[in-house]
Structures are given as C-alpha cells and as structure tokens.
C-alpha cells in the first residue's frame, strides 16, 4: 500500500518500527525517555517528524533558531514545514485533533496554531504574513508574524515546493 519504506534520510543504526496503530507511520525511538527525542516517519510522504513537538509558543524567529539548534534522531538540519506539509498530517474525518487515527504523536497543542514558513496573501499593510495550522479546531490562517506566538513541530527532507523562505 505505502511505497516508501525508508525516510529520505537515514539514522545510521536505526530500527525503524511501524506504529501498529496506524502502520502509515513508523518511529524511531532514542532510547532516552522521555520520548521527546524520537522521530516519525510518514511512509505515505517520506517526511521525518518530530514525535513531540515543543509545547511552548514562541516567535517565529525563535522558532527558526530552534531548528537549526535542535537535535533529533542524532541528526540537525530540521527545519518549520510549509502549509502543505503541516496540512498533509490532516485527516479530514477527524476532528480536535486533525490528526489521523492511531497517529504516533505526542504532547500535540490543539488551542493555537502552528508555524509553517508558506508566505501569507498579501494585504495592504506593512505586516509579513505566514501561514499556520491549528489541529484543534482546523483553522488555517495568516498570522502576522511580528505579533504572533504560535507552536513549532520541525520536519525533515525535501520541500514540497520551492519557497523563498
């Protein structure tokens, strides 16, 4: 069914292990509880996730150096995904959270949005507009990056589209 059997990347070493609830994912796990340190693996997109995004809102500029500081699965070189990314963890049947059943996350905020790094529409203001996700409630929105504090759940590979962020 799924075609992909590996991320685009890989954990030298790692065992990768189907999350029996929902065999669309597979986690790696660090062996470190708690298990903020464990990735996924979307087998129906190829992307790596983290497992526990952070639980704290922040700037979008912190944001950004949160993922070029962190470290998951031995590995850097996370980054804030675009709107299509974030929206591709959606099951539209489901709803607070948006997530697919027997998905392998944890510690998922459903009271705000997201990041992504996907530009807003432009309006006649001054202010840079990203867009978010919020898997509570299923709101996608522009948020105005310089007042907003929203969440942050880093992925891993290839962009979906090239984005000048």
């Given at each position: 069914m799924y075609q992909v059997t590996k991320p685009i990347w890989d954990i030298t070493g790692a065992?990768?292990?189907?999350?029996?609830?929902?065999p669309?994912?597979?986690?790696?796990?660090?062996?470190?509880?708690?298990?903020?340190?464990?990735?996924?693996?979307?087998?129906?997109?190829?992307?790596?996730?983290?497992?526990?995004?952070?639980?704290n809102r922040t700037a979008l500029s912190a944001a950004v150096v949160y993922s070029?500081?962190?470290v998951l699965g031995r590995?850097?070189?996370?980054?804030?995904?675009?709107?299509?990314?974030?929206?591709?963890?959606?099951d539209p049947?489901?709803?607070?959270?948006?997530?697919?059943t027997?998905?392998?996350?944890?510690?998922?905020?459903?009271?705000?949005?997201?990041?992504?790094?996907?530009?807003g529409i432009p309006v006649p203001t001054d202010?840079?507009?990203?867009?978010?996700?919020?898997?509570g409630n299923t709101d996608t929105s522009c948020i105005v990056i310089a007042a907003a504090t929203c969440y942050t759940w880093l992925v891993r590979g290839r962009f979906s589209y090239g984005y000048p962020i």
């Open positions: 065992k990768w292990v189907d999350h029996t609830p929902n669309r994912f597979a986690v790696w796990s660090a062996g470190t509880p708690p298990q903020t340190d464990d990735v996924v693996l979307d087998k129906e997109t190829g992307l790596v996730w983290e497992r526990s995004p952070s639980t070029t500081t962190r590995r850097k070189g996370w980054r804030i995904p675009a709107l299509e990314e974030l929206l591709s963890l959606v049947a489901n709803t607070n959270p948006t997530l697919p027997g998905h392998p996350f944890l510690s998922i905020q459903l009271d705000y949005f997201y990041w992504s790094l996907t530009l202010n840079a507009l990203v867009w978010g996700y919020n898997f």
